[in-house]
Structures are given as structure tokens and as C-alpha cells.
């Protein structure tokens, strides 16, 4: 069955960095675009980094540009968010995403991991 499973997450202090990773299995991931998103309490979710099923193009939300780094390894079924320079506002769940649109959408999603910024 379909399994997309994020970790990683953590408490660390504002300035610090962490890295998410997401491990799916029970689809085809290297023809998935793959998301991260996140939700602070209280706050819709909101789009953090996408990366193409290739990995050639990625897009990032203003809020974390020049911070956060998407990629993936297709031979691993993986894709990964280096976050540095972390700020209190960054604390959220961040969820794992995987979409593709043909004549269907497909979408699946993991279960969240907690992430806070705090001195």
C-alpha cells in the first residue's frame, strides 16, 4: 500500500538547522512531483518547497528562499528538506506531499512531523 513517511523532525534553537526526509513506498516516485508543506497552529497549511519528479526544477515559498533546500533521490524513494538559519516563525508540522496530475489527480500525503524553533 501507499506509505509516505516524514522524520526528522525536532526542537532546535533559532539559527539552527534540521533535515526532513520523506520515504514513500507503493507508488511510482520518480513520476510524483514531491512537496513540502507546513501548519503552525492556528494557520492554514502552506506550500514550503516543490521539487519536479526528475529533481531539474524546484520552487520555494518567499518565506524560506535562500534558507530551506528541496531535492530528491529517485533511487531511494526519498526527498529531503535541508532547513538552515531556522526562525521561531518556522515552527510548524511540516507534511510530505506527492502529486500527479494526468487524466486523474493523484495525491497522497504523510502524517506530519513537528518542528520548533525555540531558545
Known amino acids: 500500500q501507499v506509505q509516505v513517511v516524514e522524520s526528522g523532525g525536532g526542537l532546535v534553537q533559532p539559527g539552527g538547522s534540521l533535515r526532513l526526509s520523506c520515504a514513500a513506498s507503493?507508488?511510482?516516485?520518480?513520476?510524483?512531483?514531491m512537496s513540502w508543506y507546513r501548519q503552525a497552529p492556528g494557520k492554514e497549511r502552506e506550500l514550503v518547497a516543490t521539487?519536479?519528479?526528475?529533481?531539474?526544477?524546484?520552487n520555494y515559498a518567499d518565506s524560506v528562499k535562500g534558507r530551506f533546500t528541496i531535492s530528491r533521490l529517485n533511487s531511494k524513494n526519498t526527498v529531503y528538506l535541508q532547513m538552515n538559519s531556522l526562525k521561531p516563525e518556522d515552527t510548524a508540522v511540516y507534511y510530505c506531499?506527492?502529486?500527479?496530475?494526468?487524466?486523474?489527480?493523484?495525491?497522497?500525503w504523510g502524517q506530519g512531523t513537528q518542528v520548533t524553533v525555540s531558545s
Open positions: 507503493g507508488f511510482s516516485f520518480n513520476t510524483y512531483t
Open positions: 506531499n506527492a502529486l500527479r496530475r494526468t487524466t486523474v489527480v493523484l495525491s497522497y
Open positions: 521539487i519536479t519528479s526528475a529533481g531539474g526544477s524546484t
